[in-house]
């Protein structure tokens, strides 16, 4: 995969040396932007926006998260629990298949509780109703638009979503409203030949659902992306199939709102300079290698090329080549773009790897304020 990111932006101004080393930092000018542009979509638009958890869910950001969004979406009973201390508004809950022994929770929690499968529909149904929320259904179009399979739900043999070829005879009474989620990051085009895919059997169910959930995958703050057509798209379905809309958006909440700043740690040479740094691959920023991805780095310049990698045994946990005016030394800091969304939610220990802190910054003021040191206790609580 290619990163999104637009460039180092305000973070170019940033003393790396003013947070402890590995930190993740959040411009909070940045990520209020981000949410002004969804909300100026959802006016124009009439969709719900929610933040999708999964993505980002710095919940000491929360209330200003609060004043732009409608709500909060949750992939489990965690996030469902951490939405409601936390934030405010709707919540809308799906997992791929609900353990039961969460059900009823989630459930008290949610506000719709999305089923992956007609099968869990039929096994939940009773309790959700019960409980008061709303039913939804995820369908899997099968109309792929994913540029990496691991990330596109609409592959060959996907387990997420009732494949739509599968409900055109299928009852679906008591079934609230679909959801559906095909993209990954993408721009409006993508969403709009989605939705021409689906329409035909949109318009054979017109009529029994009340509601239309179009997931996340949307980067809508990325300067390049048209927002006037995806508004002028959520309006018109909405007005064709007298539905509410939703959009569940992370990446496009956290876009470009955050760094992951780092320290080298040591410099070798083997078929080039390798330096090691106190920020780990494996543990920081995972899917650098599961995507893969190469990070952009803040203020990159030169001709000399320098590995970056990480400090823990894989041998793989390796971020990228990049390139520098002069061989790095020990000490000096380095910061990774665009991490805000995904990198932060899943870190690990792995190793015994340290969590990097957290900070929230604020571009205009300069303003600065550590809000989580991670210690060993946190790497041995997790334990047993």
Aim: aromatic share 8%; net charge negative; charged share 20%.
């Amino acid at each position: 995969m290619t990163t999104q990111s637009m460039g180092s932006g305000q973070f170019a101004a940033f003393d790396l040396a003013r947070v402890p080393s590995p930190c993740f930092v959040i411009d909070e000018v940045a990520l209020e932007n981000n949410l002004k542009t969804l909300k100026a979509l959802a006016d124009a638009s009439g969709a719900d926006i929610l933040l999708a958890l999964k993505a980002f869910s710095m919940w000491s950001l929360a209330p200003l998260v609060n004043q732009y969004l409608s709500g909060t979406c949750a992939s489990g009973l965690w996030e469902a629990r951490l939405a409601r201390a936390h934030y405010g508004g709707q919540l809308t809950s799906f997992s791929p298949a609900y353990a039961p022994s969460d059900v009823d929770e989630i459930a008290a929690l949610s506000d719709h509780m999305v089923f992956n499968s007609l099968t869990q529909v039929s096994r939940f149904e009773a309790q959700a109703r019960k409980a008061g929320c709303e039913i939804g259904l995820r369908m899997n179009p099968e109309h792929s638009e994913g540029e990496v399979a691991r990330y596109d739900p609409c592959t060959g043999g996907s387990r997420l979503g009732q494949p739509i070829s599968q409900l055109a005879d299928a009852s679906l009474d008591g079934i609230s409203g679909l959801h559906m989620h095909t993209l990954c990051e993408q721009g409006f085009a993508p969403l709009q030949r989605t939705i021409e895919a689906v329409t035909p059997f949109l318009h054979s169910k017109k009529g029994q659902f009340d509601w239309l959930n179009l997931g996340g995958g949307h980067l809508v703050t990325r300067a390049d992306y048209d927002v006037d057509g995806l508004a002028a798209c959520l309006r018109a379905l909405g007005d064709e199939f007298k539905v509410k809309t939703y959009l569940e958006l992370g990446t496009a909440v956290a876009f470009d709102a955050g760094i992951l700043v780092g320290e080298v740690l040591d410099v070798t040479d083997n078929d080039g300079p390798i330096a090691i740094l106190d920020i780990s691959a494996s543990c920081h920023m995972p899917d650098v290698i599961e995507a893969p991805y190469r990070p952009s780095l803040l203020g990159e310049t030169g001709e000399l090329e320098v590995k970056l990698a990480g400090p823990t045994c894989l041998a793989g946990d390796e971020i990228g080549h990049y390139h520098f005016a002069d061989r790095p030394q020990a000490g000096q800091r380095v910061a990774f773009l665009d991490q805000a969304h995904y990198s932060m939610v899943k870190t690990n220990t792995f190793n015994g790897m340290a969590l990097p802190a957290i900070a929230i910054w604020n571009s205009q003021t300069d303003a600065l304020r550590i809000v989580r040191e991670f210690d060993y206790s946190d790497f041995e609580g997790r334990l047993s």
